[in-house]
């Protein structure tokens, strides 16, 4: 079987599975009770199941598995580690609910660890710089995963970044010839495909914490791969920036003020947006647009010449900065238009 042909079998195929799985789990969870309940900090109003993100792991594997024989055995231990065991963590507390978050915050740094340590131990370096490089994966994978999990608040926006970021790191791999990182994330993105149209425009499931989990750990695993094979890390990273920089600008203003940074808000840009008058379609598609934008420009700065890339690394600063301020722009339009007809009445 030509190359090309096993690539697009394994992508249908995931994509198949994932949209056959979701299809099935809407029925499954609904009938087992396992529901997302709205509160007055959620974005939905009516009861919908979580728990679909295992329909989305289940396809990215089964694609994984047709394509086994491009995978290395340590780049590949190191996606099925961070994203698989921190799927099946949040396929726990999706199911069983109330795990408390130290003890999911520590399986996934123990998680996070061990594929750091498969991500270094790839990595043609020195032992010093191995160590560094692996401190570094650690808090970057554990990271990005949580991260994943604050920014799934809207329909369609964490499935989304799997496809962009899926898509963006698989075309990285083509490019420097890393077979387990063109694998991993081209089927990612064609799971996340499969899942789509069951989470957006209207979610009829939500991915859950198994599916943001497994989405956030197998991507920041994905990155950390990219820049072991040489990869400039502006370039591994870009296509997940607008996730990491969300939740992370996020979590420290909460920090400023004094906030118990684990509990539930509506602070995160993406919500603002919806409070200050966008649909939830329209903000899931303003975050997957900037997503995509950074990754074509980390193209940029992994395939141009060097003035090309540093101007490829101010275009994704400018690109992040221009997300993180629409809400400010939201509100103060909407702020206007509410504010219009008032002092046109007492005119």
Do not use: K
Request: with cysteine; proline share 5%; glycine share 16%.
């Amino acid at each position: 079987m030509g190359a090309h042909l096993a690539l697009a079998l394994a992508l249908v195929a995931a994509a198949v599975v994932s949209a056959g799985g979701t299809a099935v789990l809407v029925g499954v969870l609904t009938r087992r009770g396992v529901l997302d309940v709205p509160t007055d900090r959620s974005s939905h109003r009516v009861p919908v199941p979580r728990g679909g993100g295992a329909a989305l792991a289940a396809g990215s594997l089964a694609g994984a598995a047709l394509l086994h024989g491009r995978l290395e055995a340590g780049p590949a231990g190191a996606l099925v580690v961070a994203g698989v065991g921190a799927g099946v963590l949040g396929l726990a507390d999706d199911l069983a609910g109330g795990i408390p978050v130290g003890v999911r915050l520590a399986g996934q740094l123990a998680l996070s660890a061990v594929a750091a340590g498969l991500v270094a131990g790839s990595a043609p370096w020195s032992p010093a710089a191995d160590a560094l490089f692996g401190a570094v994966a650690l808090v970057w994978m554990a990271g990005f995963t949580n991260a994943t999990n604050f920014m799934d608040g809207i329909d369609g926006i964490a499935a989304g970044q799997a496809v962009v970021g899926g898509v963006a790191l698989g075309l990285v791999g083509v490019h420097v010839h890393d077979g387990t990182l063109e694998a991993g994330g081209l089927v990612l993105a064609a799971a996340a495909v499969g899942f789509a149209p069951f989470n957006w425009p209207r979610a009829r499931i939500f991915l859950g914490d198994v599916g943001s989990y497994f989405a956030g750990g197998w991507l920041a695993a994905l990155a950390a791969l990219a820049v072991a094979a040489r990869v400039p890390p502006e370039a591994a990273v870009a296509p997940l920036a607008v996730f990491g920089a969300d939740a992370g600008m996020t979590l420290v203003r909460r920090a400023a003020r004094g906030e118990a940074v684990h509990l539930p808000h509506r602070q995160h840009a993406y919500q603002r947006l919806v409070d200050g008058g966008w649909s939830q379609p329209a903000a899931t598609a303003a975050a997957t647009t900037a997503s995509a934008a950074c990754a074509a420009l980390g193209w940029a700065a992994l395939t141009g010449p060097g003035g090309a890339r540093v101007a490829a690394d101010a275009g994704i600063v400018a690109v992040v900065a221009a997300y993180l301020a629409l809400p400010a722009l939201a509100h103060r339009r909407r702020g206007a238009a509410l504010a219009g007809p008032a002092r046109s009445e007492g005119a």
